[in-house]
């Protein structure tokens, strides 16, 4: 699919031209990610500032492709022209340098990390590159710490996020809500075990995310919040977009994210646009996506991941303690106003595109 920016005044610019090679469920409702928001945005992003954006979705099992996949992918970069600039997804990428190495000398090849594999596949692939975009901070010292690559080739474009107006909220704070794929990776299983030592407390959690991608781990959740009589108390909904999910976090009190891994978190910061507090744990770059406010103050707690206990006692805290509740409410509506929108992630995006077609 080929996105053209409108209006005259980028029609009168000559448009630059980027070839953005995505996974093929990049549109798939049943299986939003921050990783397809985010391609989708970014490809919206630079239509808008000019650029003529040719969309190759590739299929595949990414980022566990097979020969097919890998084949498919070899197939699109071959039928580029000489000198594209080539934004490529790193669950694509990194998982098949067998096609970027013999193109990486013909293209300009950009690889888009939101989540490192940390595999040799992927370092290879990175090293095919001339400019590594990564969504966070964190992100890009993990991958200059394992890999040999030149520390300006690898930059940082954080993604975005939209104003909403903010959460009401509740007085007693026990309307608790998780955005994310139900999968191991998220930690939903430790949420549920510290979800259990405050089944004396008030509260109800509703978790938003797929729930194919692991359907083992999703029918273990379910045994194990009933063996807990959770019940109904604990609510898997499955996905929501659009206004779905914001009527989620408009009647939520708490973001809880319970991730054994996470490169940014851009459910974070989507609560953080509408004044919600977040509950996280101190895994990859979810610090860095929660932040501070103006005054320094922290709009939600943080615990180490994989710790049942220490989330149970940080949830213990927030239901049970409504001088807490106040400041972090507080604090994460004045973070609010230091967000940055999708343009600066589509700038950042721009200068690397730019760099790389020089």
Known sequence: MDVHPAGPATARRRASVVHVVLPN???DPAAPSGGNTYDRRLCRGLAAAGWRVHEHAVPGGWPRPDATARAGL???LAALPDGAVVLLDGLVASAAPQALTPQARRLRLVVVVHLPLEHDAEGAALAAAVAVVTTSGWTRRRLLDRYALPAGRVHVAPPGVDPAPPAPGTPAGGRLLCVAAVAPHKGHDVL???LAVVADLTWQCVCVGALTRDPGFVAALRRR???HGLTG???????RTGAALDAAYAAADLLVLASRRETYGMVV???LARGIPVLGTAAG????????APDGAYPGLLVPPDDPAALAGALRRWLGDPGLRGRLRRAARDRRGTLDGWPAT???TVAVLAEAAA
Do not use: C, K, M
């Open 225 to 227: 919040a009933a063996g």
């Open 233 to 239: 108390r604990v609510r898997l909904v499955g996905p």
């Open 25 to 27: 469920d990049i549109d």
């Open 285 to 292: 770059g979810l610090p860095e996506a929660l932040g501070r």
């Open 74 to 76: 070899a197939r699109v």
């Open 346 to 348: 589509v700038a950042a």
């Open 269 to 271: 910061t989507e609560a």
């Open 192 to 194: 549920v075990e510290a």
